[in-house]
């Protein structure tokens, strides 16, 4: 969860702008920046990483 912060600032990103690049539900994305991932599998969260560090080369 510190790395998908250190890549994505959750708090200060619009929803939507956390929606498009990591792919996930508006409801999900309020999850992911309260910092809640009990709903995330690993797998899941390794998949946010990829998709943020990719969105950023």
Sequence with gaps: MI???SLLDL???PIKNA???LGVTPSQARK????DI???SVF???TFLKRLNSANP
């Design 44 to 46: 899941e969260l390794q």
């Design 11 to 13: 708090k200060n990103t």
């Design 38 to 40: 009990n709903k995330f």
């Design 3 to 5: 790395e998908i912060h």
């Design 19 to 21: 929606v498009r690049v």
């Design 32 to 35: 992911l920046a309260k910092g």
